[in-house]
């Protein structure tokens, strides 16, 4: 048996998809399993730059982060919605249209 053998697991890919508000998608990525979502939105954000009337994006709580928030407003001029992601509950967001208030509240948009 060789000693010096590297054993690697492959858990495979995922699909990430912008669309429009009625559901026709406008810019898609295949990505490894093992990249976080946030980073893997921001190769998309990049590809619908030229699209000039996006005003909010609409994510799930695996891109509730600052830094994908000032990237989308910073390079979209869109404000990002996403509810509060539980693991992330240590720091205070900016993100305006968080699902949690600074207080700790639930907030309704």
Same mark, same amino acid.
């Given at each position: *048996?060789?000693k010096?053998?590297?054993? $690697?697991? =492959?858990?495979g @890919? +995922? #699909?990430?998809?912008?669309?429009?508000?009625?559901?026709i998608?406008?810019? &898609?990525?295949?990505?490894? /399993? /093992?990249? !976080?979502d946030?980073?893997?939105a921001?190769? #998309?954000?990049?590809?619908?730059?030229?699209i &000039? %009337?996006?005003? =909010?994006l609409?994510?799930?709580?695996a =891109?509730?982060?600052?830094?994908? @928030?000032n @990237?989308?407003?910073n !390079?979209l001029?869109?404000i990002?919605?996403?509810?509060? %992601?539980? +693991?992330n509950? %240590?720091? %205070?967001h900016? /993100?305006?249209?968080? $699902?949690?208030?600074?207080?700790g #509240?639930? *907030?309704?948009?």
């Amino acid at each position: *048996m060789n000693k010096n053998k590297k054993i $690697t697991f =492959f858990w495979g @890919y +995922r #699909l990430h998809c912008i669309t429009t508000d009625s559901g026709i998608p406008i810019a &898609h990525d295949v990505i490894q /399993n /093992n990249i !976080h979502d946030s980073i893997a939105a921001i190769s #998309l954000i990049d590809k619908i730059k030229s699209i &000039h %009337n996006v005003k =909010f994006l609409l994510a799930d709580s695996a =891109f509730d982060s600052d830094n994908f @928030y000032n @990237y989308t407003f910073n !390079h979209l001029k869109a404000i990002t919605i996403s509810p509060k %992601n539980k +693991r992330n509950s %240590n720091h %205070n967001h900016s /993100n305006p249209f968080s $699902t949690i208030c600074p207080a700790g #509240l639930n *907030m309704t948009f």
